[in-house]
């Protein structure tokens, strides 16, 4: 029987294993180092963006992929579809929702269609793309799979304390970062990713007062279906934060993510995070 | 002493009316102007920033310059008018009581159109029941304790005598008594060898209006503690720049013969300000800030009392002006970054304002999302006025005021207080707790959970100070020398010594700073750059897991704070 096949963009951080098993495409986001181009995950990878984001002058900038290759991913995905849901980050924070789009066109296919926006980034984005996959190949039809987004939506939280408001200001996505903050004196802010929208959490001063903060903002989110740990080249950070969550009653974190270069373009290196899926009330 | 029954001056004053009131108050200024000095100089910590009596001074200034123009004879009215003075000006912890002690003086004769000895207790007594209400938690040896004693006394007078005069007499015996308890009572003023400031600053108020009864002199000044500091000592940490004084004269001389430092002083003062004067080998030297105008009369002074040998001229305003260039560059600032400016609020949302000791203070504030910065420090309070028009400048009613100086807390919160908003003071205690209070602003929510918040933070935060030593004593078995550099920890004094990196290596170990992350040195307006830099350096070497900052201060008298988080 077909199944509706999930596309994706690779600001979603699913692991090969994982998108494999599943059954996910993945279409790779373009870093720009200068005028060189390159393609996430694809011939850049996570070591080598990080060590040029701490050496070179020049800061990356990031951009989707043309619509030739998002159509590309979908006609690889065509065979054996009913139907296709493209999932992607919030429209305020990427052109991708709608370059995707424009790539289903070139397909000319006439088959189901979503392109979706799942208020997500990173594994965000990517557990509700594994949960979408995993009841597509259930059997879900288009309009479950529907419901079932707007679901996750209200369940999955991303929260990261950023090493530093620099990068964040630079890439001008975000209003609070655009003011004096973090000028001056060292600070670290804590940002929240729910339903699409970031929200600044606050800001601390040391690392190890984030790492209470995380601490405490996971354990303020009840009962738990999954937990991810998240870093921006700071492996070293997230041993330390799980080493802190252990007293506590949560799920053992099944990841540790190095998170995109596409995200790390926009919070510097040192950051460190979570993604929390609530368990489904 | 209603003139026409009685005579003004002397003996036989019975009563007092508004006129005679606002006189009696005109001599406890004088007298207070006279030997502000004096004041200042009791000073628990041996540092350059005693600055009661200025503070107290400014307060009375104020509730003088409330009813200078008002000739009301109706004293009721005219002690309203000076108890609204007093509360609008008040500066420091005793300016703040004393405009407390004015307010319950002033409840009691409200309906009063003349005063006698009876009335005069009984305002006393109010008064200083309101002072006492005051405070959080009163402490004995302080203005308080002198106050409660005074109240007593006019209380003890007023059955034994009718007479206003005689009544003030006691009254002032008794505060001279009070006063000289004080370090029974506060173990911190016997261990600096000192008698309480606030306490001793009322006293005389109180002394110069009853001068003023008995038609003595208000002109000369107690034959008081003016101490020289050491010649290293001076010019060190004199670094702001008053209005129209714009030009630094420091003269090295031999007298011809001992100085009398009030006279000496008190011909000074007629000249410029921040007046410091430091004796050596051999040398004296003076160190004071003129207009151009007056740039060379301190010369001619001092030529007439001895040897002058040397003679160092400096244009203020020019040098600022270069040092500043020079810590933007340091600072790693882009020129093309927009200045900061004050954060607006809407109306609904939380307004922070602070105290800030130094420009650079107040940028780092700006930086953090306080909407006003009232400028001043340990050096110069502000008054509760400045900081009330500062709360009442905001589009909301919802403030929160960090003082950043002990010193300041009180008249922060008579500030929230008298503004009519929902204002709440954070009492941080230094400009590290206030960076740290700021984290937790958040214009968007509830003032007192923020203001929790902000309180819980603050206190996670240690805090240091270097500066210079301005008198020899021995605090928490630490010999101080005059002149020495003095590190103080979370308020208290850790060591003393001639080398600023072993007390800075001291105070840093009395810190905490092993156990600590993120080391932010804010270096002041006496000190370079390069020098903070270096500092900097020498700390990473000793703590090498430690982050260090190092951001510009511009706060007077102290070398560098000290924030460890």
Redesign the interface.
């Known amino acids: 029987m077909n199944s509706i096949h999930i596309v994706t963009d690779s600001t979603c951080d699913i692991p090969p294993d994982l998108a494999e098993r599943w059954n996910i495409q993945i279409v790779p986001c373009y870093v720009n180092f200068g005028t060189q181009s390159f393609l996430d995950g694809v011939n850049l990878s996570r070591e080598e963006f990080y060590r040029r984001l701490a050496t070179q002058a020049e800061q990356p900038t990031t951009a989707a992929p043309p619509p030739g290759i998002f159509a590309d991913a979908y006609r690889l995905a065509l065979p054996g579809a009913s139907g296709v849901i493209s999932l992607h980050p919030p429209d305020h924070l990427s052109a991708l929702r709608q370059v995707a789009a424009n790539g289903w066109e070139l397909t000319g296919s006439t088959l189901p269609y979503r392109a979706l926006d799942a208020g997500q980034i990173s594994m965000g984005l990517g557990w509700i793309t594994i949960e979408l996959a995993r009841a597509a190949a259930a059997g879900a039809d288009m309009h479950s799979l529907e419901n079932l987004l707007a679901q996750l939506r209200r369940r999955v939280h991303l929260e990261a304390a950023l090493s530093t408001v620099e990068y964040l200001r630079r890439s001008g996505r975000v209003g609070w970062a655009r003011?004096?903050?973090?000028?001056?004196?060292?600070?670290r802010p804590i940002l929240h990713i729910y339903q699409g929208e970031i929200q600044n959490a606050?800001?601390?001063?040391?690392?190890?007062?984030a790492n209470q903060r995380l601490r405490d903002d996971l354990n303020n989110l009840g009962q738990l279906e999954g937990l991810v740990l998240l870093h921006t080249d700071a492996a070293e950070l997230v041993g330390q934060l799980q080493t802190m969550l252990e007293p506590l009653n949560l799920p053992e974190p099944t990841l540790h993510i190095n998170a995109t270069p596409i995200l790390g373009s926009h919070v510097g290196p040192g950051a460190l995070g979570f993604v929390a899926i609530q368990a489904a009330s | 002493m209603t003139e026409s029954r009685h005579t003004s001056r002397g003996q036989g004053s019975v009563t007092c009316d508004g006129k005679s009131l606002k006189r009696l108050l005109e001599a406890g200024l004088a007298w207070l102007d006279r030997n502000h000095q004096a004041v200042n100089a009791l000073n628990v910590f041996p540092v350059p920033d005693g600055d009661t009596g200025t503070n107290m001074l400014l307060t009375l200034r104020s509730a003088y310059g409330e009813v200078a123009e008002d000739d009301s004879v109706h004293v009721g009215r005219i002690a309203q008018r000076i108890a609204h003075g007093a509360l609008m000006g008040a500066r420091g912890n005793s300016g703040v009581i004393v405009s407390q002690i004015f307010r319950g003086f002033a409840r009691k004769l409200e309906p009063f159109p003349e005063f006698d000895a009876r009335q005069f207790a009984l305002a006393m007594r109010e008064g200083s029941d309101t002072a006492y209400k005051g405070v959080v938690k009163p402490v004995e040896g302080t203005i308080l304790t002198v106050a409660r004693q005074a109240a007593e006394a006019a209380e003890i007078a007023a059955q034994s005598t009718t007479n206003l005069t005689d009544a003030l007499s006691q009254v002032v015996n008794r505060c001279h008594a009070a006063v000289a308890e004080t370090p029974r009572l506060l173990k911190v003023l016997a261990d600096a060898g000192v008698v309480d400031a606030g306490g001793q600053g009322f006293a005389l108020i109180l002394e110069g209006m009853l001068r003023f009864l008995r038609g003595e002199s208000l002109e000369a000044a107690l034959p008081a503690a003016y101490q020289p500091l050491s010649i290293e000592a001076v010019g060190a940490a004199m670094q702001t720049v008053e209005p129209g004084q714009d030009w630094e004269v420091v003269v090295d001389f031999r007298p011809g013969q001992a100085l009398d430092l009030p006279v000496f002083y008190g011909q000074l003062e007629t000249m410029g300000t921040s007046i410091q004067y430091g004796e050596g080998e051999n040398l004296c030297r003076l160190h004071i800030h003129l207009g151009k105008e007056k740039r060379y009369q301190p010369i001619e002074f001092i030529e007439a009392l001895g040897t002058v040998m040397n003679v160092h001229m400096e244009n203020l305003l020019d040098q600022v002006e270069r040092q500043q260039k020079g810590r933007g560059a340091a600072l790693g600032q882009s020129p093309l970054l927009p200045p900061l400016v004050q954060n607006e609020v809407r109306p609904g949302q939380i307004a922070a304002v602070a105290i800030a000791p130094g420009e650079g203070i107040a940028q780092v504030f700006l930086s953090l999302g306080v909407s006003r910065v009232v400028p001043g420090g340990q050096t110069m309070n502000p008054s509760t006025e400045q900081i009330m028009a500062a709360i009442t400048s905001l589009d909301t009613d919802r403030v929160v005021v960090l003082p950043n100086n002990k010193n300041i807390i009180l008249a922060a919160r008579t500030a929230c207080e008298m503004s009519g908003k929902h204002a709440r003071t954070i009492p941080t205690r230094n400009v590290p707790q206030g960076v740290s209070a700021l984290l937790a602003l958040d214009p968007d929510g509830d003032v007192d959970a923020i203001a929790e918040a902000m309180e819980a933070l603050a206190a996670e935060v240690s805090s240091g100070e270097i500066t210079t030593a301005t008198r020899e004593v021995e605090l928490n078995g630490i010999q101080v020398k005059n002149g020495h550099i003095l590190g103080l920890a979370n308020g208290r004094v850790t060591s003393s010594g001639p080398d600023i990196c072993q007390v800075l290596r001291d105070t840093l170990s009395e810190m905490g700073t092993q156990d600590r992350e993120l080391l932010t040195l804010y270096y002041g307006a006496g000190t370079l750059p390069e020098q903070a830099e270096e500092m900097a350096e020498q700390i990473r070497h000793w703590y090498p897991s430690l982050e260090v900052e190092v951001v510009y201060g511009g706060q007077p008298h102290y070398f560098y704070i000290i924030s460890a988080e």
Do not use: N, P
């Open positions: 003011g004096a903050i973090g000028r001056l004196l060292r600070v606050g800001f601390t001063r040391t690392q190890s007062s």
